[in-house]
């Protein structure tokens, strides 16, 4: 390969949540592992692979000019999504009046149920789900309806129409979170599936906000299709959000970016993204993603999700031949496995809380599953080193599944 997915990083001390946060923050970051072990960063949802150089280079090359005062988006930035937009998910007829920054893509969420909803309504969101949307949803005063998804008879992730309808019909609802590819369980959606999803939609008349910030991690033979495309309805009822921050493991820097057609919902949505006086651009984080949607961008990704997909292969496969009674859907895209032990936990007389410890004690920093409403659930990021990851399943079955 061209580019580094080998090295082993050390983010010791560096500002590293992944790293530096374990055992200090109860009920969110793991513990600590006890001694004679190192840390294998594998809960929160950033890489440990050192990033395409056109980004560091963009951004030093930027910082040499010695002021960094108030600035305008350059036309390289707009340029560059329209561009990477069309080349990765085939999207004809964006234009730079459709973009508009957003500082997260929680924030960019939040700003559209407030053009769509009023405070305690009822917002349709999938389960398991993401922890974000949880607590943002809850901290600005919506009401969650939960729709399961259910798992077919080849242990895929599917949506439940019925549910999804009987819902929308009785709840009175007017907006629903879609999260495409899904973060937890890593479906990538197929067009079918999701224009079923917006025909209800548009039945019932829901607004649809769609996050598709892990939209370029896919694994081998999957492609993401965008909400907007599949339909002029779905176009013009759906705000899209998307971000370099989880492709190039950019977080740090902040800035993320929403596309809406419809003009009168993008006016809205920009006025109440502004309301804060505080949703404007960084100036490095611009030049980032000027440096990732570079034509070596293109190709550190590619190289990317093929990293990903043997180790989540390797994972996978570890997992069915080695740990009997943990189950795994494999995902098709994202960087993250959910693990569920419930016939682990109910064979072995183990609660899903010591399971996880387990794992935190010999240094396999791997997340609780009960976040993201998966009651014997673990979540587990793969975004390392293939060495790292089976060092965490070596370590997983000689002290927490073999014990």
Request: glycine share 8%; with cysteine.
């Amino acid at each position: 390969m061209k580019y580094d997915f080998t090295t082993i990083i050390d983010r010791k001390g560096l500002d590293a949540m992944a790293v530096d946060s374990l055992g200090k923050n109860p009920g969110f970051a793991p513990d600590a592992p006890r001694e004679g072990f190192d840390i294998i960063p594998m809960w929160v949802a950033d890489m440990n692979f050192p990033t395409v150089p056109t980004i560091p280079e963009t951004i030093m090359e930027r910082t040499k000019h010695a002021a960094y005062g108030y600035f305008a988006p350059r036309q390289e930035y707009y340029d560059g999504i329209i561009r990477w937009h069309q080349v990765r998910n085939g999207v004809e007829g964006l234009t730079e009046a459709c973009i508009g920054y957003e500082n997260g893509v929680l924030g960019g969420v939040i700003s559209a149920l407030n053009v769509f909803c009023s405070r305690g309504d009822n917002v349709l969101v999938h389960k398991p789900t993401y922890i974000g949307f949880t607590n943002s949803l809850k901290n600005n005063g919506y009401r969650i309806v939960h729709s399961d998804l259910v798992k077919d008879v080849n242990g895929v992730w599917r949506m439940d129409y019925e549910d999804m309808e009987r819902k929308l019909s009785k709840e009175k609802i007017h907006a629903a979170i879609f999260c495409s590819p899904h973060n937890p369980c890593g479906r990538v959606w197929e067009r079918w599936e999701i224009e079923k999803a917006m025909e209800l939609y548009k039945k019932y008349d829901v607004m649809v906000v769609s996050d598709e910030i892990w939209s370029d991690i896919l694994t081998t033979g999957h492609k993401h299709i965008p909400t907007q495309s599949v339909s002029e309805d779905a176009r013009m009822r759906t705000v899209a959000l998307y971000a370099p921050s989880k492709t190039f493991n950019l977080a740090g820097l902040v800035g993320s970016y929403h596309i809406i057609y419809n003009s009168c919902i993008r006016d809205r949505v920009r006025k109440e993204s502004s309301l804060s006086h505080y949703n404007s651009m960084n100036m490095l984080a611009m030049y980032g993603l000027i440096g990732a949607y570079r034509p070596e961008g293109y190709e550190w990704v590619d190289e990317l999700c093929q990293v990903i997909t043997g180790n989540i292969d390797y994972a996978c496969d570890y997992i069915r031949e080695h740990f009997d009674g943990v189950e795994v859907s494999r995902p098709d895209g994202t960087y993250m496995l959910f693990l569920d032990c419930t016939r682990w936990c109910e064979t072995h007389g183990r609660s899903i809380g010591e399971v996880q410890k387990a794992g935190w004690d010999v240094g396999v920093a791997w997340q609780d599953g009960r976040m993201f409403h998966g009651p014997c659930h673990i979540r587990m990021n793969l975004a390392l080193p293939l060495s790292r990851v089976k060092e965490a399943f070596e370590r997983l079955d000689r002290h927490v599944f073999h014990v």
